[in-house]
């Protein structure tokens, strides 16, 4: 079995289309990790999934999942990869006892008693096609589908979209669980991000096809802060102190890359923890320098 120390390396990718493009991204997700892939809609997440399963043909680049090439390896890493779509992609005429047939051929791995106690966890019937299935039920189909192959990598694009709060902090645990051994890993690709600040162990922000940041997610909010003042001291600011600012009524709140350094340097300002929605929405911002 290939050894190998991330379980996903995306170096230097790059997609181009008509009015759309990855630009030489680069990420990596250590072996045992959860790794939250954040952006707004269209940022490129869905994109970057695509393209590491080899669904989407990239530019330039090089993808590594497992220790193997995306390509060169596909089959090989099929075989210990598991995949959760933001989209059902199962025919709804099928039931989830077909679907047990189904993958049961497909991996020498399939595990249908552990698939069994993930339908009745989540009380999907085994009997009812998945045409009629509500948003919520096929995605955790899709869920108990890819822990029932006891593979080492999930990808999942979105996987607690439709899910009510009891039901995402059940799967959540679940997943906690899921990489306990060390020896399997997540990328999970989520805009709901306090379900991130609960699991992930790092973090990769990507905007308009370009990597604002990657990281450790604890080390990303410990480092970083939300500076409060007035729009008179925001402007006399180093500006390598400054991610972005963001002004209102009351004066102006600036993200800082490093927490204890303006602490120091502005000690009459109120300086609050930055949470991982806040260090999105100023990096997206990055560019324009204030914004409301």
Known sequence: MTEYEYAISVQDVGKRYDRFALEHISFTVPKGSIMGFIGQNGAGKTTTIRSML???????????????????????????????????????????????????????????AAYSRYLEQFQLPVKKKIGQFSKGMKMKLQIACALSHHAELLIMDEPTTGLD???????????MEYIRDGERSILMSSHITSDLEKIADCVTFIDNGRILLTGYKDEILESHGILKCSLEEAAVMDPADIISVRTNAYGAEVLVPDRESARYKYRNAILDPASIDDVMLFYVHKGERTWC
């Not at 890493?77 to 598991?82: C, D, G, T």
């Not at 009891?166 to 679940?174: A, G, K, N």
């Open 165 to 175: 709060p009891v039901v995402r902090d059940e799967i959540l645990h679940l997943f």
């Open 54 to 112: 080899h669904i989407t043909n990239i530019d330039q680049g090089e993808i590594r999942l497992l220790g193997m090439d995306h390509i060169r390896q596909e089959q090989a890493i099929k075989q210990r990869l598991a995949v959760v779509f933001d989209e059902l992609p199962f025919h709804g005429v099928l039931t989830p006892k077909d679907m047990a047939r189904i993958f049961a051929g497909l991996y020498p791995d399939w595990d249908n």
